[in-house]
């Protein structure tokens, strides 16, 4: 059972990561589109930034399960490193038992009515000008956690599979 959850969770986070590779893309495109309209014709429009933010924020959140998958985030690597890899499989079962799982657990829990209330009302822009889908970015911390919570699944799986051997 672990196992399929392991290879469920690594192939969803190697395509979530895919997809934000292509929203990163867009981005940098739309960030030089807003640029040039800001400074050669003097125009700028709020949505268009809030949307630039938007994007950069849903490919933070989304692309983290990957990021992990493909051991990418940022490390203060003094002692780990050096160890062996039954060693670093401890380490790796350790951190995902009891502090990213439960983080991740904490925050989903912490986070349900911050964005319940912000679907119920339909969460929109300050701005005038702004995007109405802000409901839909706070949704986002929730593909956050899931996709961690997915992720360290997979990690404890293959930490077990090494210390085993």
Request: proline content about 1%.
């Amino acid at each position: 059972m672990l196992g399929k959850i392991a290879k469920f969770a690594d192939k969803t986070n190697e395509y979530l990561g895919n997809i934000v590779s292509v929203f990163s893309i867009i981005m940098v495109i739309m960030m030089v589109f807003s640029v040039v309209q800001r400074y050669v014709f003097q125009s700028n429009h709020i949505w268009q930034h809030e949307l630039i933010i938007f994007l950069h924020a849903a490919a933070f959140l989304t692309a983290a399960g990957y990021t992990l998958k493909k051991d990418e985030h940022v490390r203060v690597d003094v002692f780990y490193e050096r160890l062996s890899s039954k060693n670093k499989a401890f380490i790796n079962l350790f951190g995902c038992v009891f502090l990213l799982i439960p983080v991740c657990l904490a925050l989903l829990f912490f986070s349900f009515d911050f964005i319940a209330n912000s679907w119920q009302i339909f969460e929109k822009s300050r701005e005038n000008d702004g995007l109405h889908g802000v409901f839909i970015l706070k949704s986002f911390i929730w593909i956050f956690c899931i996709t961690l919570i997915l992720q360290a699944i997979s990690i404890i799986h293959d930490s077990l599979n090494k210390i085993k051997q």
